[in-house]
């Protein structure tokens, strides 16, 4: 990559390639002529998290679920510096990675995403499996692999968490392993699935229910062993062997080095309601390390995959009007619904108009997640795949 002459407009930097980042970059190269985009994101694969669960599966292909960067940013006018954004100097609006490289740039995009938190306690980092990654998938059917070649039942799996990550995974395991082990789901509050609607709760309860998954409600983890997890609960404090604990518990925003320093909120950097940091206003920050100060628990944007989507496709229109001299828009998040996976072949959706569960709405929601799939190619692509084949 070669930094622009001296005279020419500083690049608009992109950092992070997750759902916000890829949107905001990929959105906004379609505006002709604008200055160049660099998209700084250290892996070389884009992850459609959402359908992890049928990558681990065998349910899709690679190519679905996590296509290279160099494939959909082909012909886009973007250039993907596969580095690390090491810290960001606001005033001389400056980015070092890694590497060591020192860019320039005119706006600023920051939307580097979260990671597992394990909030200090004991065990979880050495210990335990994660399901975040595409790099998390292989130790995960290893341990898998290895579960089936046991005598049947006398193994058993600790999913820590009952949000959306943990029940789909509890869901698909199951499933997966067919008898060959247990999967008990530990969860500190008092229902699984919280923020979830209230049809897609109710259908994850069947679903689990119906596979044998054994839910500890108002159970917290204590600490984790190779073997052995340390719990206390409504019963008071033991231990559970496990052949594998999987954590799902929480995530924590991943914000590089800033100066000057900012004050967080709620851990993760205030922005005005067009995105934009208060005193910096080329810099816009989205998904997992943005919040509105403003907002309650309520009104609040979801960190979740569509509010980051949609948050990427408003950046690019907030880069292109501040290119233009036109004044900052408000971010409004459209809530499009919910959809779950519940297993293989089994989902459950509230939204789009539907309120559905069974093999129907698991279609539903592959072919939509596919047809949302940045690079619309590849998306068609992948649904066209999907629908011709077995």
């Not at 190269?29 to 160049?36: F, G, I, T, Y």
């Not at 210990?127 to 006398?154: K, V």
């Not at 193994?155 to 968490?161: C, E, F, H």
Request: some cysteine.
């Amino acid at each position: 990559m070669t930094p622009p002459a001296s005279g020419q407009v500083q690049p608009i930097v992109v950092i992070g390639g997750g759902f916000a980042g890829l949107s905001s970059a990929l959105a906004f190269s379609r505006l002709h002529p604008r200055p160049p985009v660099v998209l700084i994101e250290p892996r070389d694969r884009f992850v459609f998290v959402p359908l992890l669960y049928e990558l681990m599966s065998g349910e899709l292909k690679g190519w679905e679920v996590a296509p290279d960067y160099a494939s959909l940013l082909q012909g886009r006018g973007i250039s993907h510096l596969q580095d690390r954004a090491s810290s960001i100097d606001l005033d001389a609006r400056s980015v070092t990675t890694a590497s060591g490289r020192a860019l320039q740039y005119s706006q600023l995009v920051l939307a580097t995403g979260a990671q597992p938190e394990d909030f200090g306690i004991p065990g979880v980092r050495d210990n335990a499996l994660n399901f975040h990654t595409l790099s998390d998938l292989q130790p995960l059917q290893e341990r898998l692999q290895e579960l089936r070649r046991r005598p049947s039942g006398t193994s058993n799996l600790v999913i820590a968490g009952a949000g959306a990550t943990g029940v789909e995974l509890a869901c698909k395991l199951m499933d997966l392993l067919n008898g060959a082990a247990t999967v008990q789901v530990v969860e500190l509050g008092d229902q699984i699935l919280p923020r979830s609607k209230a049809f897609n709760r109710e259908q994850a309860e069947i679903s689990l229910k119906k596979r044998g998954v054994t839910i500890h409600l108002n159970t917290r983890v204590d600490s984790v062993s190779a073997t052995s997890v340390s719990l206390s609960g409504p019963q008071g404090s033991y231990q559970q062997n496990h052949d594998g604990l999987i954590w799902t518990a929480g995530s924590r925003p991943t914000i590089p080095d800033i100066s000057p320093k900012l004050e967080l909120h709620q851990g993760r950097l205030p922005v005005r309601e067009s995105l934009r940091l208060k005193a910096y206003p080329d810099v816009l920050a989205l998904g997992d390390i943005a919040v509105n100060p403003k907002a309650d628990e309520l009104s609040g944007w979801p960190h979740s995959a569509q509010a980051a989507i949609q948050q990427g496709q408003f950046a690019a229109k907030e880069l292109k009007a501040k290119l233009q001299g036109r004044d900052a828009n408000t971010f409004v998040f459209k809530d499009l619904g919910e959809m779950l996976s519940l297993g293989i072949g089994d989902a459950s959706i509230t939204g789009l108009g539907l309120t559905l569960s069974g093999p129907l709405a698991f279609k539903l929601r592959r072919l939509t997640y596919l047809t949302r799939l940045p690079g619309l190619s590849l998306g068609l692509r992948a649904a066209g795949a999907w629908l011709v084949g077995p």
